[in-house]
């Protein structure tokens, strides 16, 4: 219990002083440091040891990777989508059901990577493992929203 509470005063105290910084300084650096905290508070929830989380974190920085990349392509679709209308005005609707179709399967892709993800980690977690990491992201993600917006409100 008490790890846990210091572990989020950390993060909160984290939150806190990139937030002071203003924004655009140092946000790999701010993002690097959520992600170790993450990191360290994950390897504690699951009561992982070195082989797992290594196994575990290099898998999930691959799964991680292909995920950005798609919703890199998905941005640059969305980002060129006013552009490319205004040039394809001859057949807006031809134009407009292709890209609904090229996003569509990008966000069926993404689907499927989280899923083919998670169904890997079979060979690393036990089933109760699985879905305490399940638990965890969501938490995990939820509080750093939170913690963000409180601060966003300051």
Not at 9 to 20: I, R, S
Not at 40 to 66: C, G, M, P, Y
Not at 107 to 126: A, G, H, P, R
Not at 136 to 145: D, L
Request: include cysteine.
């Amino acid at each position: 219990m008490k790890r846990i509470l210091s572990t989020i005063l950390l993060l909160l105290f984290t939150v806190v002083l990139t937030a002071q910084e203003g924004p655009g300084k140092n946000v790999r650096m701010k993002l690097r440091k959520i992600e170790q905290l993450e990191k360290a508070k994950l390897i504690e929830a699951l009561n992982l040891s070195e082989d797992t989380a290594v196994r575990f974190f290099a898998r999930r920085n691959e799964n991680q990777e292909k995920i950005k990349s798609l919703f890199e392509e998905r941005d640059k679709i969305l980002a060129g989508i006013e552009d490319n209308f205004k040039s394809n005005t001859k057949n807006p609707d031809d134009y407009c059901k292709k890209t609904v179709d090229k996003l569509r399967n990008i966000d069926e892709q993404i689907i499927n990577e989280k899923y083919s993800f998670i169904n890997s980690l079979k060979d690393i977690f036990t089933a109760e493992q699985i879905i305490k990491y399940l638990a965890f992201e969501y938490s995990f993600r939820k509080e750093i929203r939170e913690s963000i917006m409180r601060h966003r409100q300051r």
